[in-house]
């Protein structure tokens, strides 16, 4: 039995790392509590109060909303020691017996437990805020282990000490099968930590052999000769009971990961959206927390198999065919389309090919529609047309050279940001060798180059253990480790890199080593600094401003809990509508268009700030005073409420109309940037968005 819990115990750990597969989070439970036997188990087979031991685990398959399905996996260890037995037999009444009384016989030695591993479906709901109900039923393994016991009736006969034992049962070692529904209520006392308490009724079976005294005769009334007790014989009869217990636990709990199906009412994520409504006579709060790491999908892909990244070939002929595989959910009837480019120094377009198929693989004929194709260095890449799932771009050279040439080992780390930019550093091995000649790096188009998604170059700078790139001896096979940091903004989705080599043979015969090679996942980044930063609007108002029915003042204070030494406003979105939706005519002037206007501004006080204004559309309605970013900078350090008072104009009611008969409601998305490191112009960014009416 023994081995048996090994094997389910280390399934439950192994199902713990499955993070990927579900929308919720994995949740392990400690603790401990009381298992109470009740009925017939805990009367005629004296099973007693248990001390509870639990560890258990949470493994979630879906979830929706504030509602969660999944796994429930539960591991009880149960034992109680000796106590005395309120249900102990009866002693037999002696003629000229005295001090007659019945005693547990082994109270020192006796000792029972329960070993119990489940597993069942848990359903997960909130109440309130926080609290979580969640009904659940395990079902599995049990293993009762129980003493011996023996009850002895002790008296004084004729002066003498005398004892009888008048009952007893065999101890119990039996593994059988239980079943428990139960209900557990879950409350947070952190991101990940949590409380929680559980109550299960469980039932099994149990089964032993018990011992009962008879008196060797009958009495005619209830007392009993001494002769006939001490002379009596034993009954045995094997028994079954039904064990039903109510097991109660609490403990604490510790989740893995993080759940984007929840979304605190008041947490925003630096870069997005999160709509508030609130009436604008009321004043708003709301606390912007960095964000956690992103909860990773498998996504269907295409990964490209022949020719394998960086093949060599001496021409056309020697390319055998183009081949990929789908993972992921398959596509019906899919139709693919494949491009090959050669490229140039500075990738560089020369010339580019294409085909179509149905199937996985090509032949290079119905791509480059010739027997020969030219020396030179190509991309290529397959994608399916109804889904426009596209893969990796891979490459391969043509060339009367021998050369291997490869990059292994790239790892690429995301170093923390630089404003709203990523900064990454990737590493990587440059193998190489060539009866044709050194790989060098002397001839200008050569050397390193690093691009984006659409192939625009990328600034990078090499750095330790390598910061130039060095010359490998062709004669031996040679590695050379490099590393690089690049600035990535945030519309960049992959980083592509190459290492270009001289031409080798000074002939019209190009013999040009190089490689190259996508990483198209880029890593979560983290700024520790950000994350750890808590940005307020405490208490923030929305009032019409009496000089204009288009403007709007949205004041209250920013609150950080770190010193700042700027803060940028930036109008990201606005939106509207009216009701009737004729009584607004709209934008009818720049200044309406969710614009932060002057005079009325003010951060802090000021109203010193650095507009990047609108006088370059051209309009001639437009003005120097109206800007969609306005900057506030402080020569020393900010800390505590900092006052806000934003002046934006928005579409308002047509002329003579009012909001009596002109009902019109806003919601205005807002990017707060805040600058923490002066010297080195490092910030954070958050994202807040106001729903009001003109009412």
């Given at each position: 039995?023994?081995?048996?819990?090994?094997k389910?115990?280390?399934c439950?750990?192994?199902?713990?790392?499955?993070?990927g597969?579900?929308?919720?989070?994995?949740?392990?439970?400690?603790?401990?509590?009381?298992?109470?036997?009740?009925?017939?188990?805990?009367?005629?087979?004296?099973?007693?109060?248990?001390?509870?031991?639990?560890?258990?685990?949470?493994?979630?398959?879906?979830?929706?909303s504030?509602?969660?399905?999944?796994l429930?996996?539960s591991?009880?260890?149960?034992?109680?020691?000796?106590?005395?037995?309120?249900?102990?037999?009866?002693?037999?009444?002696?003629?000229g017996?005295?001090?007659?009384?019945?005693?547990?016989?082994?109270?020192?030695?006796?000792?029972?437990?329960?070993?119990?591993?489940?597993?069942?479906?848990?359903?997960?709901?909130?109440?309130?805020k926080?609290?979580?109900?969640?009904?659940?039923?395990?079902?599995?393994?049990?293993?009762?282990?129980?003493?011996?016991?023996?009850?002895?009736q002790?008296?004084?006969y004729?002066?003498?000490?005398?004892?009888?034992?008048i009952?007893?049962?065999?101890?119990?070692?039996?593994?059988?099968?239980?079943?428990?529904p139960?209900?557990?209520?879950?409350?947070?006392?952190?991101?990940?930590?949590?409380?929680?308490?559980?109550?299960?009724?469980?039932?099994?079976?149990?089964?032993?052999?018990?011992?009962?005294?008879?008196?060797?005769?009958?009495a005619?009334?209830d007392?009993?000769?001494?002769?006939?007790?001490?002379?009596?014989?034993?009954?045995?009869?094997s028994?079954?009971?039904?064990?039903?217990?109510?097991?109660?636990?609490?403990?604490?709990?510790?989740?893995?990961?993080?759940?984007?199906?929840?979304?605190?009412?008041?947490?925003?994520?630096p870069n997005?959206?999160?709509?508030?409504?609130?009436?604008?006579?009321?004043?708003?709060?709301?606390?912007?927390?960095?964000?956690?790491?992103?909860?990773?999908?498998?996504?269907?892909?295409?990964?490209?198999?022949?020719?394998?990244?960086?093949?060599?070939?001496?021409?056309?002929?020697?390319?055998?065919?183009?081949?990929?595989?789908?993972?992921?959910?398959?596509?019906?009837?899919?139709?693919y389309?494949i491009?090959?480019?050669?490229?140039?120094?500075?990738?560089?377009?020369?010339?580019?090919?294409?085909?179509?198929?149905?199937?996985?693989?090509?032949?290079?004929?119905?791509?480059?529609?010739?027997?020969?194709?030219?020396?030179?260095?190509?991309?290529?890449?397959?994608?399916?047309?109804?889904?426009?799932?596209?893969?990796?771009?891979?490459?391969?050279?043509?060339?009367?050279c021998?050369?291997?040439?490869?990059?292994?080992?790239?790892?690429?780390?995301c170093?923390?940001?630089?404003?709203e930019?990523?900064?990454?550093?990737?590493?990587?091995?440059?193998?190489?060798?060539?009866?044709?000649?050194?790989?060098?790096?002397?001839?200008?188009?050569?050397?390193?180059?690093?691009?984006?998604?659409?192939?625009?170059?990328?600034?990078?700078?090499?750095?330790?253990?390598?910061?130039t790139?060095?010359?490998?001896?062709?004669?031996?096979?040679?590695?050379?480790?490099?590393?690089?940091?690049?600035t990535?903004s945030?519309?960049v989705?992959?980083?592509?890199?190459?290492?270009?080599?001289?031409?080798?043979?000074?002939?019209?015969?190009?013999?040009?080593?190089?490689?190259?090679?996508?990483?198209?996942?880029?890593?979560?980044?983290?700024?520790?600094?950000?994350?750890?930063?808590?940005?307020?609007?405490?208490?923030f108002?929305?009032?019409?401003?009496?000089?204009?029915?288009?403007?709007?003042?949205?004041?209250?204070?920013?609150?950080?809990?770190?010193?700042i030494?700027?803060?940028?406003?930036?109008?990201?979105?606005?939106?509207?509508?009216?009701i009737?939706?004729?009584?607004?005519?709209?934008?009818?002037?720049?200044?309406?268009?969710?614009?932060?206007?002057?005079?009325?501004?003010?951060?802090?006080?000021?109203?010193?700030?650095?507009?990047?204004?609108?006088?370059?559309?051209?309009?001639?309605?437009?003005?120097?005073?109206?800007t969609?970013?306005?900057?506030?900078?402080?020569?020393?350090?900010?800390?505590?409420?900092?006052?806000?008072?934003?002046?934006?104009?928005?579409?308002?009611?047509?002329?003579?109309l009012?909001?009596?008969?002109?009902?019109?409601?806003?919601?205005?998305?807002?990017?707060?940037?805040v600058?923490?490191?002066?010297?080195?112009?490092?910030?954070c960014?958050?994202?807040?968005?106001?729903?009001f009416?003109?009412?």
């Amino acid at each position: 039995m023994r081995h048996i819990y090994k094997k389910l115990f280390s399934c439950m750990l192994i199902l713990l790392q499955l993070d990927g597969f579900t929308q919720s989070k994995p949740t392990i439970y400690v603790g401990g509590g009381l298992n109470s036997p009740i009925g017939t188990a805990k009367q005629d087979a004296f099973l007693n109060n248990s001390a509870a031991f639990n560890l258990g685990a949470y493994l979630p398959l879906f979830s929706k909303s504030a509602s969660s399905f999944g796994l429930n996996l539960s591991g009880d260890y149960l034992t109680s020691p000796s106590t005395n037995f309120k249900q102990a037999p009866n002693p037999f009444t002696i003629s000229g017996a005295t001090n007659s009384a019945v005693a547990f016989s082994n109270p020192s030695d006796f000792n029972q437990t329960i070993t119990q591993f489940g597993i069942g479906p848990q359903f997960n709901f909130t109440l309130g805020k926080k609290l979580m109900v969640s009904p659940l039923v395990n079902v599995g393994l049990t293993q009762i282990k129980r003493d011996s016991i023996s009850f002895v009736q002790e008296f004084v006969y004729e002066q003498r000490n005398q004892s009888k034992e008048i009952y007893s049962q065999t101890s119990i070692s039996e593994s059988g099968f239980y079943a428990s529904p139960g209900l557990k209520l879950s409350y947070p006392i952190s991101n990940k930590l949590g409380l929680w308490v559980s109550t299960n009724y469980s039932f099994s079976k149990t089964s032993y052999t018990e011992r009962t005294l008879f008196p060797l005769k009958n009495a005619a009334t209830d007392e009993y000769s001494y002769a006939d007790v001490i002379e009596g014989s034993y009954e045995e009869q094997s028994k079954s009971d039904n064990i039903s217990s109510v097991l109660t636990n609490f403990g604490l709990s510790y989740s893995f990961g993080k759940s984007p199906d929840k979304k605190p009412k008041n947490n925003l994520k630096p870069n997005s959206l999160n709509p508030i409504k609130k009436p604008s006579n009321k004043p708003s709060s709301v606390v912007f927390n960095n964000p956690s790491k992103k909860e990773n999908k498998t996504p269907r892909k295409l990964i490209p198999l022949d020719p394998k990244n960086n093949s060599n070939f001496e021409d056309g002929k020697s390319i055998k065919q183009f081949s990929w595989k789908l993972i992921g959910e398959g596509i019906p009837q899919p139709n693919y389309i494949i491009e090959v480019k050669q490229f140039g120094t500075n990738r560089r377009q020369l010339r580019s090919y294409s085909g179509t198929t149905k199937d996985t693989k090509i032949k290079p004929t119905a791509i480059f529609k010739e027997s020969q194709i030219a020396s030179g260095q190509y991309e290529w890449k397959v994608t399916e047309t109804s889904t426009g799932t596209s893969s990796t771009p891979s490459y391969f050279s043509v060339s009367n050279c021998q050369i291997d040439f490869n990059i292994d080992s790239a790892k690429i780390e995301c170093l923390g940001y630089e404003g709203e930019d990523r900064k990454f550093k990737i590493s990587f091995e440059s193998t190489y060798s060539s009866v044709s000649g050194d790989l060098t790096y002397a001839i200008p188009g050569s050397g390193l180059t690093v691009y984006d998604q659409t192939y625009s170059a990328l600034s990078y700078t090499l750095v330790s253990p390598n910061p130039t790139l060095l010359t490998q001896v062709g004669a031996t096979t040679t590695t050379v480790n490099y590393s690089f940091e690049v600035t990535a903004s945030p519309s960049v989705t992959s980083i592509g890199f190459g290492l270009q080599g001289d031409d080798l043979d000074p002939s019209p015969i190009l013999c040009q080593p190089g490689v190259s090679l996508v990483l198209d996942e880029l890593p979560d980044c983290y700024c520790k600094e950000c994350d750890d930063m808590v940005l307020n609007f405490d208490d923030f108002t929305i009032t019409p401003n009496g000089a204009s029915d288009n403007l709007y003042n949205i004041n209250g204070s920013i609150n950080v809990n770190v010193p700042i030494y700027a803060m940028e406003f930036q109008v990201q979105s606005y939106a509207f509508s009216a009701i009737p939706a004729a009584c607004t005519a709209g934008v009818s002037q720049i200044e309406q268009s969710g614009m932060i206007t002057m005079p009325g501004t003010t951060i802090n006080g000021s109203s010193s700030l650095q507009l990047y204004n609108e006088s370059a559309s051209g309009s001639p309605s437009s003005n120097d005073n109206i800007t969609k970013i306005i900057k506030y900078s402080s020569d020393s350090p900010l800390t505590g409420p900092v006052p806000i008072n934003l002046n934006i104009g928005l579409p308002g009611p047509l002329a003579g109309l009012d909001s009596s008969c002109c009902a019109i409601s806003y919601t205005v998305c807002i990017k707060v940037k805040v600058y923490y490191d002066q010297a080195n112009c490092k910030s954070c960014v958050f994202t807040h968005c106001f729903e009001f009416t003109n009412q």
